[in-house]
């Protein structure tokens, strides 16, 4: 008798977890881990940092452009997106002057979207996917976009659904908390999610004390001992002291590293680090081979391919 109920038990238990598995199959069919990075407006540091960083991890990036921004300051030039495109990154378009699109008429849209493709297609470059500036979009904005492209993204905080809008594409922006983003990417990994994360300028903030002369912006740092090396972009504060912004070229700064601008000859002590976006980004992608082999990081155009988006 106690056998015979264990038996019924055990093929009620069999029954209902087939019917969980079928249930998630239909739900998740075509679903898969995928990470894409992707940065925004064509900051120079899209190759003089991001670059190098997935190229170590034979990794690829997005770099989505306003053109009326490409080759002026510390934004790409034609020749480093050519670059960028070759070494199996994507370029994405981001309009051709970074307006909020729901605030323009229907023609004035069907001009950044048009154009701003056509510009960067001139250079021979291929663009098939779009970024909404401010990540702001309308159900007319989407309908323009899709005459002209494959997708497009938006902001929205959240990995995208299983049944995704192409033309609403949902991203992360990245954030000085590691902690955080790596929670991201173990929820996208179990729930076999794709997750965009957006990206702009990469840049560093150090806390900073016994400050020698002033540092002039653009201009060379080095630390010493640590042998890292960088270009000031500005002062600021932190918690009441002083900080000082600059982008993170070589090696890693530490704490008790003498700073001196090779132009000024002004020198610091760092203190603390408060954030190294090199360092974050690079952790990111460590941290995703190390504990996810098998979840992609990918471009857009991959991502739908993937998927089996057309
Ligand atoms: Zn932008």
Redesign the pocket.
């Known amino acids: 008798m106690d056998r015979s109920i264990f038996c019924v038990c055990i093929l009620f238990l069999i029954s209902s977890c087939s019917t969980v598995t079928v249930k998630d199959t239909s739900v998740i069919a075509g679903a898969r881990p995928l990470v894409t990075f992707v940065f925004?407006?064509g900051n120079e540091t899209d190759y003089t940092l991001a670059r190098d960083i997935f190229k170590s991890h034979a990794g690829v990036a997005c770099a989505?452009i306003?053109t009326n921004w490409l080759g002026t300051k510390n934004h790409l030039n034609a020749s480093q997106l050519a670059e960028l495109q070759k070494d199996g990154w994507e370029i994405l378009s981001?309009t051709e002057s970074?307006p909020n699109l729901r605030a323009l008429s229907g023609s004035e849209v069907e001009t950044e979207l048009s154009r701003s493709k056509s510009i960067l297609e001139n250079l021979g470059l291929t663009v098939k996917n779009l970024?909404y500036?401010?990540n702001k979009t309308n159900e007319t904005v989407k309908g323009i976009a899709a005459k002209y492209y494959r997708s497009a993204r938006e902001g929205g905080s959240m990995p995208n659904p299983y049944a995704l809008d192409r033309y609403e594409l949902k991203s992360y922006s990245i954030k000085h908390n590691p902690g955080k983003m790596k929670n991201y990417i173990d929820n996208a990994y179990s729930e076999k999610k794709w997750l965009i994360f957006y990206h702009?300028q990469i840049d560093a903030k150090l806390k900073i004390s016994d400050k020698n002369g002033n540092f002039i912006s653009g201009e060379d740092l080095s630390f010493r001992p640590s042998g890292a090396m960088g270009q000031y972009t500005a002062g600021g504060i932190v918690f009441m002291g002083p900080a000082i912004y600059f982008t993170p070229l070589r090696g890693i700064p530490q704490a008790d590293d003498t700073i001196t601008g090779r132009t000024s000859g002004a020198t610091c002590k760092l203190d603390r680090v408060i954030y190294n976006e090199k360092e974050d980004i690079n952790g990111m992608i460590e941290y995703i081979h190390k504990n996810y082999p098998d979840m992609q990081i990918v471009t857009i155009d991959k991502g739908l391919d993937l998927l089996g988006i057309p």
Do not use: E, K, R
Request: no cysteine.
């Open positions: 925004d407006d989505a306003t981001h970074h970024v500036p401010y702009h």
